[in-house]
């Protein structure tokens, strides 16, 4: 059966595009068989998407030293849904910023804690113009959890 990654992310800005787009580019590698890839903007994002998909990446920029407003949002609005019902299941983090990541890396690690996600991957924290590094270790990212998810 066909799995899903649901890409939930905030992009507002081409440095960020730079690296949404590296992740996708990782999880659609055609060696990756068998995984649905759905990216969301998470003002957008619906708690039944959430809920449907087997695996996630989340991608913000730092804000105010936190996650964005947007991905705050994409949780406040699906917490006590996916609580109980997607323990398990892999995901990864990328955070675009100069200051305050481990802001935002502290609430995605408590959020995913709450809800007994498996970090899949180490987070990609980058800021300014993504070097190639950079932009492999997005590909990377996507790559692995996508992979993860293979039977
Ligand atoms: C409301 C707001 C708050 C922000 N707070 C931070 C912050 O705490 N730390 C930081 O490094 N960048 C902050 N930024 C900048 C964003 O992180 C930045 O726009 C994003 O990482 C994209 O970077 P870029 O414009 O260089 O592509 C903030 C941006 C906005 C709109």
């Not at 899903?4 to 992310?9: N, R, S």
């Not at 959430?50 to 949780?75: C, Q, R, W």
């Not at 991957?121 to 950079?134: E, F, H, L, R």
């Amino acid at each position: 059966m066909t799995k899903t990654l649901l890409i939930v992310h905030h992009t507002p800005s081409p440095h960020c595009q730079e690296m949404f787009e590296a992740v996708v580019a990782g999880a659609t590698d055609p060696e990756i068989e068998g995984v649905e890839v759905v990216r969301r903007a998470a003002l957008t994002v619906s708690p039944v998407e959430m809920l449907e998909a087997d695996g996630y990446v989340l991608g913000t920029p730092a804000n105010l030293g936190y996650i964005s407003g947007a991905l705050k949002h994409a949780f406040d609005q699906s917490y006590y849904q996916l609580l109980d019902s997607t323990r398990g299941r892999p995901f990864g983090l990328y955070l675009h910023g100069n200051e305050g990541t481990e802001g935002a890396q502290r609430g995605v690690d408590g959020i995913t804690t709450g809800l007994g996600w498996v970090k899949a991957v180490d987070t990609v924290v980058v800021s300014g113009k993504p070097t190639k590094a950079d932009v492999e270790a997005c590909w990377n990212l996507g790559a692995t959890v996508a992979a993860q998810l293979m039977e």
